[in-house]
C-alpha cells in the first residue's frame, strides 16, 4: 500500500468523527463513516481517500490516522487483520499526523491498495471454495481509525464502516484479482452468469455503507442491462433491501423502466420495491 495526492482513479472517502468534549462529560462519542467512489480502478487497485475529522481534540495531543483491512469472515464477526512479517497478527498502516488545535480536527490522506502491496501479507483467509480459476475468493474490509498518540489510544471503534473489496488469492497468498464488491457484483449480473454467490456474499455483509460503497449502483446497473436474463433481474429485485431507493436516482429510474416492460413477475416485484421507497 502507498499514500499519494493524486487525482482519485477509485475514491473512497472514509470520515470518523469522534467527539471526545462529549465524552470528558459522560456522554458517548459520535463517530461516523462514509465512502464515496470515482472511478473504477480495474481489477489490480484501488484507490482510497481516508479523510478522518475529531471534534474538540485535545489542544496539544498529536493525533494519527491509519487504515488496516480485516478479513471478512461472516456478519457480526471480527474477522483477523492482514499483518505483515514485523506484525503478523494485524498491521495497522499510518496515513497522516496533526496536532490538536482548533475545535474540530481534519486528517486526510489518500491511499493505494494494489495486489503487489499485499503481496507477504498474513492472514489470509477465504470466504468459500476455490473459484474456477483455482484461487480463494475472499473478502477484505479497508477499515479507518484515529489513534490518539498523547493518550496511547484508539478513539475510533474496533470495527468501522469499511470499504469492501473481493480477492481472488492462490495458495502461496499471491493475489491476483483485487477489485471494489460493487464492481464484481455489477458484473455478475450483466455477463450471462448465475449471480447467487455474490447476493449471497451482499446479504452476509455488515457495517459499511451501501449507497457510498456503490451498492445501489451496482443493482441499477443490473436492472437496466439489456444482457441481464429477467430470471437475473427478479434475483436483484427479491435480494433488494427495504432501504435501498432514498437517494439513489438512477436505481428508481431503472425500477420505472422495468414498469414499461410486458413481463409481469418483474413489473410487480419493481412496483412493489418502489411502494417501499415511498414510505416515510
Do not use: C
Not at 245 to 252: F, R, T
Not at 265 to 273: E, F, S
Amino acid at each position: 500500500m502507498t499514500v499519494k495526492t493524486t487525482h482519485s482513479v477509485r475514491m473512497v472517502i472514509i470520515v470518523v468523527v469522534t467527539a471526545l468534549g462529549s465524552a470528558a462529560r459522560g456522554e458517548e462519542p459520535s463517530v461516523m463513516a462514509s465512502a464515496s467512489r470515482g472511478e473504477s480502478g480495474g481489477r489490480i487497485a484501488a484507490e482510497i481517500q481516508l479523510r478522518g475529522v475529531v471534534k474538540n481534540p485535545v489542544k496539544g495531543n498529536v493525533y494519527e490516522l491509519y487504515y488496516q483491512l480485516r478479513v471478512h469472515t461472516k456478519k457480526g464477526d471480527l474477522g483477523a487483520i492482514l499483518g505483515t512479517a514485523d506484525s503478523p497478527t494485524g498491521k495497522a498502516i499510518f496515513a497522516k499526523r496533526r496536532t490538536g488545535e482548533d475545535n474540530t480536527l481534519y486528517l486526510d490522506e489518500t491511499i493505494d491498495v494494489t495486489r503487489g502491496g499485499l503481496l507477504g501479507m498474513t492472514n489470509f483467509k477465504p470466504w468459500g471454495k476455490i473459484s474456477m480459476g483455482g484461487y480463494y475468493e475472499m473478502i477484505l474490509r479497508v477499515e479507518p481509525h484515529i489513534y490518539d498518540v498523547t493518550q496511547k489510544k484508539y478513539i475510533s471503534p474496533a470495527k468501522t464502516s469499511a470499504v469492501i473489496l473481493v480477492a481472488d488469492v492462490s495458495d502461496e497468498g499471491k493475489v491476483v484479482r483485487l477489485q471494489p464488491f460493487a464492481d464484481l457484483l455489477s458484473w455478475s449480473g450483466t455477463d450471462g452468469r448465475d449471480p447467487t454467490k455474490y447476493l449471497a456474499m451482499y446479504s452476509d455483509l455488515d457495517e459499511f455503507d451501501t449507497l457510498d460503497n456503490g451498492i445501489e449502483g451496482a443493482y441499477a446497473s443490473v436492472l437496466a442491462s439489456k444482457t441481464a436474463t429477467p430470471e437475473v433481474k427478479l434475483a436483484f429485485l427479491k435480494s433488494m433491501p427495504k432501504f435501498f431507493g432514498k437517494e439513489a436516482y438512477a436505481l428508481q429510474l431503472a425500477l420505472d423502466e422495468i414498469l414499461k416492460g410486458d413481463d409481469a413477475k418483474l413489473k410487480a416485484a419493481a412496483q412493489a420495491r418502489l411502494d417501499e421507497f415511498k414510505k416515510p
